[in-house]
């Protein structure tokens, strides 16, 4: 079968690399890829938005399948179309990935089915976003109603502070439209898990656990990125949290999806906060987080492409989602600067180290091919993941192997999974 994959970064190598091995397919494209997707796929200059162009590349090239990795298309309505046009697509259709698209919608969901959350209000008006913020309590935290590249969340520990994010986010819309709504919600404290799952519409079932660092730098400092690095499963992700998410978390989102004639079927993403109260939902995402794709999907038994087509055909029941029995750590290589400026086109050296080693990998997320080779190309340049018999041995491998590549301006954090010795 063929597979055309929507996506550019380190998430959308790593589903290629997974759908690579599925005897099933025989040719995979990628719109419009990365160069390292390019040493699997055969990469085409489309745009992830541009939906008329994929849909008639998908019919064009007679698609058996595609995957859409990304937010915006899949909130954006990319699913609608290319079902519309009779082509089989694994992901949420425009009116479920709302889950993600507005968090207004999902704190509001989850307060009508009483699924565990911080306690919040939804603001269209600054004037009362502001008003409120005089009688609440902080730290506080700030959220843009819309996609925001994962940086539309401010913590804010005094009203000043809290004053000036409703400005920066309503009236000087530094998240764009993503900040025409606004959702003003409590602190909550605790540890962070996040939980990729797959839904067929009614069934779901769950991915191993994880756990990203969103901070640039080292002891979680420095600004939101889109994420430095994960490791799977997280120590603090129990069984015991595991029974009361499946009880009163998982299954109840997609029950709550299906009650509001938003059936769901893909891959939801449970951001979790372990608190003192229990397990609480801090977002949905209707996707394969990244870079936690980069340290799941490796470890994942079962053939992507089977999964996926069960999702579709609301089968998933009848899967029996296996994976192994190890960790894996993945540490993102960025540019030195990110996320606010950096210098791009160094060449990068190393990268054939990886070829033939089984429990070592690369994705590439931000990385052009040029005539020298291949150069950095963005903020976060590549993801090195190793996986381990424990998430100590798995965390060792993956430094040792940051160390198999170079590039002027090469900027990592030393303390992914560093938490893995508390645990």
């Given at each position: 079968?063929?597979?055309l994959?929507?996506?550019?970064?380190?998430?959308?190598?790593?589903?290629?690399h997974?759908?690579?091995?599925?005897?099933?397919?025989d040719?995979?494209?990628c719109?419009?890829?990365?160069?390292?997707?390019?040493?699997?796929?055969?990469?085409?200059?489309?745009?992830?938005?541009?939906?008329?162009?994929i849909?008639?590349?998908?019919k064009?090239?007679?698609?058996?399948?595609v995957?859409?990795?990304?937010?915006?298309?899949?909130?954006?309505?990319?699913?609608?179309?290319?079902?519309?046009?009779?082509?089989?697509?694994?992901?949420?259709?425009?009116n479920a990935?709302?889950?993600?698209?507005?968090?207004?919608?999902?704190?509001?969901?989850m307060?009508?089915?009483?699924?565990?959350?911080?306690?919040?209000?939804?603001?269209?008006?600054p004037?009362?976003?502001?008003?409120?913020?005089?009688?609440?309590?902080?730290?506080?935290v700030?959220?843009?109603?819309?996609?925001?590249?994962?940086?539309?969340?401010?913590?804010?520990?005094?009203?000043?502070?809290?004053?000036?994010g409703?400005?920066?986010?309503m009236?000087?819309?530094?998240?764009?439209?993503?900040?025409?709504?606004?959702?003003?919600?409590?602190?909550?404290?605790?540890?962070?898990?996040?939980?990729?799952?797959?839904?067929?519409?009614?069934?779901?079932?769950?991915?191993?656990?994880?756990?990203?660092?969103k901070?640039?730098?080292?002891?979680?400092?420095g600004l939101?990125?889109?994420?430095?690095?994960t490791?799977s499963?997280?120590?603090?992700?129990?069984?015991?949290?595991?029974?009361?998410?499946?009880?009163?978390?998982?299954?109840?989102t997609?029950?709550?999806?299906?009650?509001?004639?938003?059936?769901?079927k893909?891959?939801?993403?449970?951001?979790l906060?372990?608190?003192?109260?229990g397990?609480?939902?801090?977002?949905?995402?209707?996707?394969?987080?990244?870079?936690?794709?980069?340290?799941?999907?490796p470890?994942?038994?079962?053939?992507?492409?089977?999964?996926?087509?069960a999702?579709?055909d609301?089968?998933?029941?009848?899967?029996?989602?296996?994976?192994?029995?190890?960790?894996?750590?993945?540490?993102?290589?960025?540019s030195?600067?990110?996320?606010?400026?950096?210098?791009?086109?160094?060449?990068?050296k190393?990268?054939?180290?990886f070829?033939?080693?089984?429990d070592?990998?690369?994705?590439?997320?931000?990385?052009k091919?040029?005539?020298?080779g291949?150069?950095?190309?963005?903020?976060?340049?590549?993801?090195?993941?190793?996986?381990?018999?424990?998430?100590?041995?798995a965390?060792?491998?993956?430094?040792?192997?940051?160390?198999?590549?170079?590039?002027?301006n090469?900027?990592?954090?030393?303390?992914?999974?560093?938490?893995?010795?508390?645990?």
């Amino acid at each position: 079968m063929k597979v055309l994959i929507v996506g550019s970064g380190g998430r959308e190598h790593a589903i290629a690399h997974s759908v690579a091995k599925s005897e099933k397919v025989d040719k995979i494209y990628c719109a419009p890829g990365n160069a390292g997707i390019g040493e699997i796929a055969e990469c085409v200059a489309i745009g992830a938005m541009e939906f008329d162009k994929i849909v008639d590349f998908a019919k064009t090239k007679d698609i058996d399948l595609v995957i859409v990795g990304m937010d915006d298309p899949l909130v954006g309505g990319l699913v609608d179309e290319l079902e519309n046009a009779g082509i089989r697509t694994f992901g949420p259709r425009k009116n479920a990935a709302i889950l993600e698209g507005s968090k207004a919608f999902s704190k509001d969901l989850m307060k009508k089915y009483n699924i565990p959350t911080a306690a919040y209000e939804n603001f269209d008006d600054p004037n009362k976003a502001l008003e409120y913020l005089e009688t609440a309590k902080f730290p506080i935290v700030l959220k843009a109603d819309g996609l925001a590249l994962g940086k539309g969340v401010l913590i804010c520990n005094t009203l000043e502070e809290a004053k000036d994010g409703v400005k920066s986010i309503m009236l000087d819309k530094k998240f764009g439209t993503a900040g025409n709504q606004m959702v003003i919600e409590e602190f909550m404290t605790g540890r962070e898990v996040s939980v990729l799952s797959f839904v067929d519409g009614k069934t779901i079932k769950i991915m191993s656990s994880a756990q990203d660092h969103k901070r640039a730098k080292d002891g979680d400092e420095g600004l939101n990125t889109g994420g430095m690095g994960t490791f799977s499963p997280s120590p603090f992700y129990t069984k015991e949290v595991d029974e009361f998410c499946k009880k009163y978390i998982y299954q109840a989102t997609v029950d709550a999806m299906a009650a509001e004639g938003r059936e769901f079927k893909g891959v939801i993403f449970f951001g979790l906060m372990l608190t003192e109260d229990g397990p609480k939902v801090l977002e949905y995402n209707a996707r394969f987080g990244d870079p936690e794709a980069q340290v799941v999907l490796p470890r994942m038994k079962n053939d992507l492409i089977e999964v996926a087509e069960a999702c579709i055909d609301g089968t998933l029941d009848q899967v029996d989602l296996q994976f192994e029995d190890n960790a894996a750590v993945c540490v993102v290589l960025a540019s030195d600067g990110y996320p606010v400026s950096y210098e791009k086109g160094f060449v990068i050296k190393g990268l054939e180290n990886f070829d033939d080693k089984d429990d070592y990998y690369v994705f590439h997320a931000g990385t052009k091919k040029t005539d020298d080779g291949f150069v950095t190309n963005g903020g976060r340049v590549l993801g090195v993941t190793a996986k381990g018999k424990d998430l100590k041995d798995a965390r060792k491998k993956a430094y040792e192997a940051t160390e198999w590549i170079d590039f002027d301006n090469k900027y990592m954090r030393h303390d992914i999974g560093k938490a893995i010795d508390e645990a």
